[in-house]
């Protein structure tokens, strides 16, 4: 902008001189139509306000590319066309001099985009036709897939689900040209956690994927099978008994309205765009709306699929042992280990139903099937939820503009805290938003915040993880203490619920943490990050702990262990021992040596 006002002043005083006594602000409130060309071999025809286009104008730059549309004091604003030299052209919405709200672009190659606009980058809705003839049509964020979306690929593939980062991540849903599906779970596009796999000829596969390979154990059920669970199966995947499903009718995504701001920006309309029709910019803060994908599946496959492969191994009840015609049908037991397979037990269904007799005894008693759960609209836990990742949103916020000084006595104890209202309707200094209303307690900030930075924990990042569109899971195993248990959607945190002594034991012990940690940087002790306390309406109060996950990772944990140092009630008995059942002390039969080397390393 600086350079097309110099531009302008620098023509315009001279063109004055000459005509003697005309100034610029004898026309500064007076639209005129005109033509200038710059010095900078640039031109402009169209209507002026002042020294500036403003109105309705074209602007040739030297170099050929056009912009012919809306101007506003100086800028491209409003309905217009840009094309450039390698003949990729956009028409829509500009603001401030930027592609911004909707639009369509074509690329030189021929790939087109219809759908929304911020700041140059594709963000919001959007249906993209790639040169190669895939289709993507769902939501973007800065540029790349992100949130729900439809994937069609020209060799007869697709894919509905949820995206990452430009990649399936999440829960999805791929149907091969050949007709195999697999509903289930990704991870940086690859098959990563439970799903089911069906393929063209009815059969059926209940396990677990490892970075795209079956991994741990699983079971298989041939085409035609009889077996119940494979029938609940087919209505929750829209199968009927020919095999026909819901999915290969074709699915649309339901496009919601997405309204993109007017920013506040200053850019000089001499800023070259790139020919490729790829524009840069800074990235963007903004919340993508997530449309709604219609994607034919139904609540019963959601719920279902949150049971894990060892569930699968013990589904059978006696209600639905009445329904089965044969019990005959082969079943396959087998277990994978980085997509191969070690073990491939032939089994018929009367075997199975004897071998999963007494997990399903278990199971009626009230033990939980599944180590997780993803915590959904309704129930208590996800009104508890919303409370605790509001007020971290706040609390992050509010801190962490603020200039760091060194902790000091006083940013510690009971007394050193940040007690905030969160009314449902919002108020000077909080959101709206669709939970109860609340008070937000956050204890010592400051201290925290300085052990964030000693842990080289961004803040955005630690917001993200707990606060980002993906949510929280409950961990549905809970120990003796009768805590609950929250696991951030990547695996790096976990929140448990505290008692009012564990509380006031954590922040006496507190100075002493701050100065352990400040000494070892590389000490192996919990990360505890944030201390929180929720107060709910009937004056419940409910206390949280963020801690980081020392050992998260992205393999597959065959086998977890609560170890505690003790020998007394640290044994669980073989004939109980399955996949997802947590041991304990004694039934660890490895010894651990550190490296002496290492040992000096964690000690510095």
Not at 103 to 121: A, F, K
Not at 338 to 358: F, P, W
Not at 396 to 418: E, Y
């Amino acid at each position: 902008m600086t350079q097309l006002k110099y531009l302008l002043n620098e023509d315009h005083e001279s063109h004055a001189e000459q005509r003697g006594h005309v100034s610029c602000t004898n026309v500064e409130d007076v639209e005129r139509l005109d033509e200038k060309e710059l010095s900078n071999g640039d031109v402009y025809v169209g209507t002026f306000k002042g020294i500036l286009p403003h109105g309705k104008g074209k602007y040739t730059w030297s170099d050929g590319t056009v912009y012919d549309g809306d101007w506003e004091e100086g800028k491209m604003t409003g309905k217009g066309q840009i094309f450039w030299p390698s003949e990729a052209k956009y028409e829509g919405d500009f603001s401030g001099g930027y592609l911004h709200g909707s639009g369509t672009l074509v690329d030189p190659d021929g790939s087109i985009y219809r759908g929304t606009w911020r700041m140059n980058i594709r963000h919001g809705l959007g249906k993209r036709e790639y040169c190669n003839s895939d289709i993507y049509e769902g939501s973007w964020r800065e540029g790349v897939h992100e949130g729900s979306g439809k994937y069609s690929w020209n060799n007869g593939n697709t894919y509905i689900g949820n995206w990452k980062h430009g990649k399936m991540h999440g829960r999805g849903v791929m149907k091969w040209a050949n007709g195999d599906v697999f509903y289930g779970f990704w991870f940086n596009g690859l098959r990563h956690g439970f799903g089911i796999y069906r393929f063209a000829d009815g059969g059926y596969y209940f396990g677990t994927w490892t970075r795209g390979l079956k991994d741990g154990k699983g079971t298989f059920y041939l085409a035609g099978s009889k077996h119940p669970f494979v029938k609940k199966w087919h209505a929750a995947l829209g199968y009927d008994d020919s095999g026909k499903g819901l999915l290969a009718q074709s699915s649309s995504l339901n496009a919601v309205d997405f309204e993109v701001k007017k920013p506040i920006v200053k850019c000089s309309i001499s800023e070259k765009i790139s020919g490729g029709g790829s524009l840069s910019t800074g990235r963007m803060s903004h919340r993508t709306t997530l449309l709604d994908a219609n994607s034919n599946l139904s609540d019963a496959a959601i719920e279902i699929i949150h049971h894990d492969s060892s569930f699968t191994m013990s589904h059978g009840s006696d209600d639905d042992q009445s329904e089965v015609q044969d019990n005959n049908a082969i079943v396959y037991e087998r277990e994978y280990k980085q997509g191969v397979c070690i073990k491939d037990i032939m089994r018929n269904y009367a075997e199975l139903s004897h071998n999963t007799k007494q997990p399903n005894k278990f199971h009626s008693k009230g033990a939980k099937k599944s180590l997780c759960a993803s915590i959904f609209r309704g129930n208590d836990s996800y009104y508890l939820m919303l409370n605790l990742q509001l007020g971290i949103r706040y609390t992050v916020g509010k801190i962490n503009p603020q200039p760091n000084h060194d902790v000091r006595a006083s940013d510690f104890g009971d007394r050193a805290r940040i007690t905030m209202f969160f009314p449902r309707r919002g108020s000077q200094f909080t959101p709206p938003h669709k939970s109860v209303d609340f008070y937000w307690k956050d204890y010592c900030p400051t201290v925290f915040r300085d052990l964030r930075e000693l842990f080289k924990l961004d803040a955005a990042e630690y917001m993200m993880s707990i606060c980002g569109d993906d949510g929280l899971r409950e961990l549905l195993s809970p120990g003796k203490s009768g805590s609950i248990f929250y696991l951030s959607h990547d695996d790096k945190f976990i929140i448990k619920t505290l008692k009012k002594a564990e509380l006031k034991a954590l922040l006496k012990m507190l100075p002493k943490y701050h100065g352990h940690v400040k000494q070892y940087e590389n000490t192996l002790i919990t990360k505890i990050f944030r201390l929180h306390q929720i107060t709910l309406k009937c004056r419940r109060k409910v206390r949280f702990m963020v801690m980081g996950i020392m050992f998260c990772t992205e393999l597959r944990i065959h086998r977890h262990y609560d170890l505690k140092g003790s020998i007394r009630g640290r044994f669980t008995p073989e004939e109980k021992i399955r996949e997802n059942v947590t041991l304990k002390d004694l039934n660890l039969s490895y010894e651990f040596h550190m490296d002496k080397l290492l040992r000096e390393y964690l000690f510095k």
